[in-house]
Nanobody
Framework: QVQLVESGGGLVQAGDSLRLSCAASGHLFSTYAMGWFRQAPGKEREFVATISRSGGHINYATSVRGRFAISRDNAKNTIYLQMNTLKPEDTAIYYC??????????????????WGQGTQVTVSS
């Protein structure tokens, strides 16, 4: 089982940027597809971005495509979410997630089994 710890959240103004990090420990990091999800107050948790084990396949939610960028560093057991041009509707708790998979180039948007505790991102208008 992999353990995940997010960092980098905070309070910013609309148009600003933030970079979230997620450090993984435990099982072999490179055997996991990784992702970011978020949950706004009163809403269901939603998919934001996922990245394959190799880093070669990436999926984004329509709402963040072109503004957010997910990446991973397998040598550091860490993934990142660079968030640019933030909007008030991006306000949410952001969660890091992991999915054990045998496929090297697979970036799913569902069925993640390991989750971090979350980091709050608040964007003021």
């Amino acid at each position: 089982q992999v353990q995940l710890v997010e960092s980098g959240g905070g309070l910013v103004q609309a148009g600003d940027s933030l970079r979230l990090s997620c450090a993984a420990s435990g099982h072999l990091f490179s055997t996991y597809a990784m992702g970011w999800f978020r949950q706004a107050p009163g809403k269901e948790r939603e998919f934001v971005a996922t990245i394959s084990r190799s880093g070669g396949h990436i999926n984004y939610a329509t709402s963040v495509r072109g503004r957010f960028a997910i990446s991973r560093d397998n040598a550091k057991n860490t993934i990142y979410l660079q968030m640019n041009t933030l909007k008030p509707e991006d306000t949410a708790i952001y969660y890091c997630a992991a999915k054990l998979t045998t496929y090297l180039d697979y970036a799913p948007s569902t069925d993640f089994t390991s989750w971090g505790q979350g980091t709050q991102v608040t964007v003021s208008s």
